[in-house]
C-alpha cells in the first residue's frame, strides 16, 4: 500500500470514528503524532483535547476525564503512543468505563521518521478486537458494541504500509555522537 493509500483509509476509518463520537456524545482524547495532527483536520466538529507533547499519556488523561465528567470516551492513538502508555491501558481494560481506546498499529513512529515500533500490541480484558484497516463494515461493528455496551472497548485498527514519503533517519551511532559532543566541548569542532 502506497503512502496515499495508507492516508486515504486511515482518514476513511477516522470519519467513522467521528460518526460514531458525534451519534454517542462522547468525548475524544488524541494522542500526539500524526493522527493527533489528521484528527485535528478532519474531524473539526468533534470536540478534541489533542495531546500533543504528551505521547503515551492518552489512556491515562481519558480515564480521568471519563471519571470526572461520566460521559463516553473515545481515545485515538498509535501503537507508539500505545506502548508507552501501557499501564494505563492495561488497566482501562479491565475497568469498567464506558471508553473506546483505538489504536492505529501501522507498526512505525511515521512523524519521526518511519522507524519501527520495537513491541507488537497484545492488548488484554474482555472486549479486545484487532480489524484491519480497509474493512470498514467489520470497524463500524466495534463501534456499534461500544455505544450499545457500557464495558471499555479496545479496538486495534491495523494497517500494512509499504512506503512513506518521510526522509529517512540519519544512522549515527553512540559512540559517533558522544566522539561529536566531547569534540565540540573541547573546541575541536
Do not use: C
Not at 32 to 46: P, Q
Not at 145 to 167: A, K, M, N, Y
Request: without cysteine.
Amino acid at each position: 500500500m502506497t503512502a496515499q493509500d495508507a492516508s486515504q483509509r486511515r482518514d476513511r476509518a477516522l470519519l467513522l470514528i467521528g460518526d460514531a463520537i458525534k451519534n454517542a456524545g462522547a468525548a475524544l482524547i488524541v494522542g500526539n503524532g500524526d493522527l493527533s495532527r489528521r484528527v485535528g483536520n478532519l474531524l473539526e466538529d468533534v470536540p478534541a483535547i489533542l495531546l500533543e507533547g504528551a505521547m503515551g499519556m492518552s489512556a491515562a488523561v481519558a480515564v480521568g476525564f471519563n471519571r470526572f465528567s461520566n460521559l463516553p470516551t473515545v481515545v485515538i492513538e498509535g501503537d507508539g503512543n500505545r506502548i508507552l502508555g501501557s499501564p494505563a491501558a492495561e488497566w482501562l481494560a479491565t475497568s469498567n468505563l464506558k471508553v473506546l481506546h483505538v489504536v492505529f498499529a501501522n507498526h512505525m513512529h511515521a512523524s519521526s521518521g518511519g522507524q519501527p515500533v520495537a513491541l507488537d500490541l497484545s492488548l488484554t480484558g474482555p472486549s479486545v478486537y484487532r480489524v484491519e484497516i480497509h474493512d470498514l463494515a467489520g470497524i463500524a461493528d466495534v463501534l456499534s458494541l461500544w455505544s450499545e455496551g457500557t464495558l471499555p472497548v479496545q479496538l486495534t485498527i491495523t494497517e500494512t504500509v509499504d512506503s512513506l514519503d518521510l526522509p529517512p533517519r540519519p544512522q549515527r551511532s553512540i559512540e559517533s555522537q558522544a566522539n561529536a559532543l566531547q569534540q565540540y566541548t573541547l573546541g575541536l569542532r
